[in-house]
């Protein structure tokens, strides 16, 4: 069960670690985008932490503001698809806060406003098989690491890789190893599974 | 009932200069721009879009832009704006450039439509 408590500190360590790895997603995002996956997550991020401290009083307060920062600091397409992510999960909050249920929202959210899918080389191909893992209890460090590198060898139907065709191959997707690193946070994260 | 242009791109000086362009021959068109992020960087940023939407003096808008994400941002401020926007998936220079050239000329919406149609590139 998602609380305040344990999803600032979920969303904390996933700025944590983009921070620690920001040379490192802009290196990725060189030969197939725009080199500025990195630069973009770490501004949004570091809005997101000042916007989580001091805490939000409710569950779907920690969303919006976390939606918000990245929706208005990311700048990049990662600004709308994490930031539709996290506002989808805001409004499941009102409801639920079962985190098998919130990231179905989020998923369903972020397909619709990329309207990428599955095998298209996007952060979608973490995110639907954690999901999935997730809805069946299963959600380990290894199903994230192997959604990662599943990209490597796919063609790119989206995004500004998607320019590039066949030439995207044999390069892991930026957006695909900054949500490992959301869900890789999430599985560090005590009390949440 | 008026309608208007917005011009969303990811560099602020090509929205500049498609506004530029287009207003030479839609001199009584309302033309709005978004171009790049907050901090003047490369990207886009939804609240100058909404900031566009406003500022345009046409009750509808018709939204051209550059590229993918520029068209996520732009969605987003459309569920946001009270104002009814069309958005268009169309080569952004040659289709505002259509489109104010025959909105100038008091074209209906579904003839502008007609000819924008050939210009879908995304």
């Known amino acids: 069960m998602l609380t305040v408590e344990n999803t600032v500190a979920w969303i904390d360590q996933f700025a944590d670690q983009i921070e620690a790895k920001q040379s490192y997603l802009s290196e990725l995002d060189t030969p197939i985008g725009d080199a500025d996956h990195g630069g973009n997550m770490v501004r949004g991020l570091v809005a997101v932490k000042a916007a989580l401290n001091p805490a939000p009083a409710d569950l779907t307060k920690v969303f919006q503001a976390t939606a918000m920062a990245l929706i208005s600091k990311v700048g990049g397409a990662s600004g709308p698809l994490y930031g539709t992510a996290f506002l989808e999960m805001a409004k499941q909050s009102k409801t639920d806060t079962d985190l098998e249920t919130l990231l179905a929202a989020a998923l369903a959210g972020i397909e619709k406003r990329g309207g990428a899918t599955t095998g298209d080389k996007t952060l979608i191909d973490v995110w639907a098989p954690v999901v999935s893992a997730v809805q069946a209890g299963k959600l380990t460090q290894a199903v994230v690491d192997d959604a990662v590198a599943s990209t490597e060898p796919m063609v790119a139907k989206k995004g500004r890789a998607s320019y590039l065709g066949e030439r995207s191959v044999g390069h892991l997707d930026p957006g695909a190893v900054s949500s490992g690193y959301l869900f890789t946070a999430l599985l560090a994260t005590e009390g949440i599974l | ?122």
């Open chain 2, 1 to 122: 009932m008026s309608l208007g242009i917005v011009i969303v791109s990811h560099v602020p000086e090509i929205a500049l200069g498609v506004q530029r362009l287009v207003e030479q021959v839609a001199k009584d068109v309302s033309v709005t721009i978004a171009g790049g992020t907050d901090e003047q960087q490369v990207g886009t940023s939804m609240a100058k879009i909404m900031k566009a939407f406003d500022q345009n003096t046409a009750d509808e808008i018709l939204a051209f832009y550059d590229l993918g994400s520029a068209k996520m941002n732009l969605e987003m401020a459309i569920e946001m704006s009270e104002k009814t926007v069309h958005l268009y998936d169309t080569a952004l220079i040659e289709s505002a450039y259509t489109a104010a050239s025959l909105l100038q000329a008091a074209v209906p919406l579904t003839d502008v439509e007609a000819q924008l149609a050939p210009l879908k590139i995304k």
